[in-house]
């Protein structure tokens, strides 16, 4: 198998409970959309951000960090920096919690992974059935023969995530931030991001004020949702000049498995770290 290793952030600008799940703004939950920026749009970035915000506003999404061939590292592998996409509009879906089983858990729907790098690509689609490859989660969440294949599994307070990101105090990590937009906020004059910044400032003083509001902004930032499975969908791989060295397999499910962790309610962005292996076949 050829094992292409990913990791970086991703950002998702989406309302959050007691908000409805198709809220444009966010009022009572921990996410809220701050003067300046578009309404949310509840998409799964994995690059080519929407109005991030500091300090995410210069850090790189997710891309290929290593790669192997039966288990020995290729260093100078062709896809190594390649950027890694969710194509499709792909969005967490739980209706707060009513359509998953497990508080906390969440399907990534739909689920179209790209794969690119200058003339190569690879992209690969997951079905919920491939005999029906037009359901989508809405379909088939009262069905957990089929919808339990993608939803995820939960740690609290990840130690996997606290060593990732160096979140360790998730209490002074919130006081930190406040103080870092303050300082901010003293060398901003643009009146609108100014008031962007006075609401993200307001949102973590409320931390110690408003019930249960410490407790959802840190819940988040020590979360650990782990996903694993196997594409079962239509791939498509380009390789002009056979950059890559060999084929990768069609006919054959490609095993995935990844975490999504250390969500910020502030920032609204957090971190993704995986492997895909997709049977390969050497050739000169």
């Known amino acids: ?43 799964i970035h994995l690059n080519d951000f929407v109005s991030p915000r500091f300090p995410r506003d210069t850090d790189r999404g997710v891309t290929v960090t290593a790669v192997s061939y039966q288990e020995k590292t290729i260093a100078d592998h062709a896809l190594i920096g390649a950027s890694v996409n969710l194509i499709d509009g792909p969005q967490f879906r739980q209706r707060n919690q009513i359509t998953v089983p497990t508080a906390l858990q969440s399907a990534i729907d739909p689920f179209h992974l790209e794969i690119k790098k200058d003339d190569i690509i ?20 009262d069905d957990p023969a089929i919808a339990n294949r993608r939803l995820n599994t939960c740690v609290l307070q ?28 003293e060398k901003t004059t643009d009146p609108v991001k100014q008031a962007g910044l006075e609401k993200r400032i307001k949102n973590i003083r409320d931390d110690a004020t408003q ?6 902004a840190t819940q988040f930032l020590g979360l650990l949702g782990q996903y694993d499975w196997t594409m079962n969908g239509t791939s498509v791989v380009l390789d002009p000049n056979n950059k890559l060295g060999g084929e990768i397999g069609h ?25 895909l292996s997709v049977p390969f076949y050497p050739k000169a």
Not at 122 to 141: A, C, G, Q, S
Not at 158 to 185: D, F, M, P
């Open 158 to 185: 990840s130690t996997v995530v606290a060593e990732q990101l160096g979140i360790l105090n998730y209490e002074h990590y919130r006081i930190e931030r406040k103080k870092e937009l303050k300082t901010l906020l």
């Open 1 to 43: 198998m050829l094992d292409i290793q990913f990791e970086g952030w991703f950002q998702c600008r989406f309302p959050t409970d007691p908000d409805p799940t198709n809220d444009p703004r966010g009022l009572s939950g921990p996410t809220q959309v701050v003067p300046g920026e578009p309404d949310f749009e509840r998409i």
């Open 211 to 216: 019930t249960g509001v410490m407790i959802a």
């Open 122 to 141: 690879i992209r690969r689609k997951d079905f919920w059935d491939p005999v029906h490859p037009e359901l989508n989660f809405n379909d088939v969440f």
């Open 251 to 275: 006919s054959q499910q490609w095993p995935i498995s990844f975490w999504l962790g250390g969500y910020d309610v502030d920032t609204l962005f957090g971190y993704m770290k995986g492997t």
